[in-house]
């Protein structure tokens, strides 16, 4: 936990928090923080700031919070086939430290019917996966997570009711067009597909690409879909940045 994040209905109306659990022994035994002593800090789906240690308890730690630094404005997309349940919850959380502000979980012709059913895929194990991507990361905007159980409803009927960015791209070892080749504009969202470590069929990626997904590959060896993740979405942050400075 390099972050302390807060819920509002934790806040005490005079900016004060008490936590217990596992946020107060992390900063008690691995922080070893004292009294006096600040830490960055933010509310989920607000400001950032820092939270001032004003007590360290047995089972308790209290602090006292200011936040009055705007969060960073994000709208990326990640639309992910769904992977094994394991590499999911990693997957969830590389997402939302990431900065992504949207997942859409669905399931390509790979993916198997056993993974829908996994524990993985309930609401709330999500939300505690996206927090702790979301303390890794010092960010404070929870991704919105959406589930289609089909790959053609998803493609055809929810996708086009999305406010997905205009830069989109499908990941596909075979695409013609490496991530390197593209020049991206600076800060501008994108939306970025990642088949099962099978990869899409190609029926799915002339369907992605049909919905404005252009296809592209992170070079000639086939990656696992947890790293294509790391690899694909870092490239593409750093062409945007490279965007901001111009020729």
């Known amino acids: 936990m390099n972050f302390l994040l807060l819920h509002r209905d934790e806040l005490r109306d005079d900016g004060t928090a008490r936590l217990s659990g596992r946020r107060a022994a992390h900063a008690r035994t691995v922080l070893r923080v004292a009294p006096g002593q600040a830490l960055r800090a933010g509310i989920v789906d607000g400001p950032l700031g820092t939270a001032t240690v004003l007590d360290v308890g047995e089972h308790a730690i209290t602090v006292a919070l200011r936040c009055d630094q705007p969060a960073p404005a994000g709208g990326d997309v990640?639309?992910?086939?769904?992977?094994?349940?394991?590499?999911?919850?990693?997957?969830?959380?590389?997402?939302?430290?990431?900065?992504?502000?949207?997942?859409v979980l669905c399931r390509s012709w790979r993916v198997e019917k056993s993974h829908l059913l996994a524990t993985s895929m309930q609401p709330e194990v999500w939300r505690e996966q996206l927090l702790l991507g979301l303390e890794q990361a010092g960010r404070t905007?929870?991704?919105?997570?959406?589930?289609?159980?089909?790959?053609?409803?998803?493609?055809?009927?929810l996708l086009p009711t999305l406010a997905l960015p205009p830069l989109r791209f499908v990941a596909h070892p075979a695409a013609a067009t490496p991530v390197a080749h593209l020049a991206l504009p600076a800060a501008v969202p994108f939306a970025l597909a990642l088949g099962p470590d099978g990869g899409w069929l190609p029926y799915e990626v002339q369907a992605l690409a049909a919905a404005g997904f252009h296809a592209v590959s992170a070079g000639?060896?086939?990656?696992?879909?947890?790293?294509a993740l790391a690899v694909l979405w870092g490239q593409l942050d750093l062409l945007r940045q490279r965007g901001s400075l111009g020729p």
């Open 141 to 157: 905007a929870l991704p919105r997570v959406t589930f289609c159980p089909l790959f053609k409803p998803m493609v055809e009927d």
């Open 220 to 227: 000639p060896h086939p990656l696992r879909t947890e790293t």
């Open 78 to 103: 990640l639309l992910l086939a769904v992977p094994r349940p394991k590499v999911l919850l990693r997957m969830l959380a590389h997402a939302a430290a990431l900065g992504a502000a949207h997942v």
